[in-house]
T-cell receptor
Framework: GAGVSQSPSNKVTEKGKDVELRCDPISGHTALYWYRQSLGQGLEFLIYFQGNSAPDKSGLPSDRFSAERTGGSVSTLTIQRTQQEDSAVYLC????????????FGDGTRLSIL | KNEVEQSPQNLTAQEGEFITINCSYSVGISALHWLQQHPGGGIVSLFMLSSGKKKHGRLIATINIQEKHSSLHITASHPRDSAVYICAVPNSNSGYALNFGKGTSLLVTP
């Protein structure tokens, strides 16, 4: 069966450019999470969507980061005016619903800012 | 924020050895997750547990809610178990989004 799909798998861009990262969760999963894995920093939470509720944006590191989820399915994470410290692997996960559920992770987008 | 501490940070074992990885957290939780990340980067959920013990093949996870501590055990370890093992707990400020430990890098040699 289809798992969580992320695109692109790799993205190299120049400092100052905007980037969009896409996540297609498992069908039927209402909860969607974005995480970031930086070298030496481990995994950190960015933003959480649950159904049609307002997203929890408490993990976003700055106002250059935003995310949306259309139709309760596909999500896009946008980083504006990228900085070198934004270089990381961006991971998306989904789960069946609210509450304690196993999270299913995509393979991530490796973002490199030159 | 629920702080998560894992130990050891790195672990090398010979094939067949019994392995234990430990995880402690600072705030009471409803469930704890153990994840596995292979060198290619993909993350797989191994266990989610809220009490007692769970077993899947050669992997066993235990949790003591009162002591805020969990362990992941691997019996009869094999080189294919080489990976990073990550403990994660719900973010106390953000419902069910996860806070992660820094991971334990395991290498099992033949």
């Amino acid at each position: 069966g289809a798992g969580v799909s992320q695109s692109p798998s790799n993205k190299v861009t120049e400092k100052g450019k905007d980037v969009e990262l896409r996540c297609d969760p498992i069908s039927g999963h209402t909860a969607l999470y974005w995480y970031r894995q930086s070298l030496g920093q481990g995994l950190e939470f960015l933003i959480y969507f649950q159904g049609n509720s307002a997203p929890d944006k408490s993990g976003l590191p700055s106002d250059r980061f935003s995310a949306e989820r259309t139709g309760g399915s596909v999500s896009t994470l946008t980083i504006q005016r990228t900085q070198q410290e934004d270089s990381a692997v961006y991971l998306c996960a989904s789960s069946l619903g609210p509450g304690d559920q196993p999270q299913h992770f995509g393979d991530g987008t490796r973002l490199s800012i030159l | 924020k629920n702080e998560v501490e894992q130990s050891p940070q790195n672990l090398t074992a010979q094939e067949g050895e019994f392995i234990t990885i430990n995880c402690s957290y600072s705030v009471g939780i409803s469930a704890l997750h153990w994840l596995q990340q292979h060198p290619g980067g993909g993350i797989v959920s191994l266990f989610m547990l809220s009490s007692g013990k769970k077993k899947h093949g050669r992997l066993i996870a235990t949790i003591n809610i009162q002591e805020k501590h969990s362990s992941l055990h691997i019996t009869a370890s094999h080189p294919r178990d080489s990976a990073v093992y990550i403990c994660a707990v719900p973010n106390s400020n953000s419902g069910y989004a996860l806070n992660f430990g820094k991971g334990t890098s395991l290498l099992v040699t033949p």
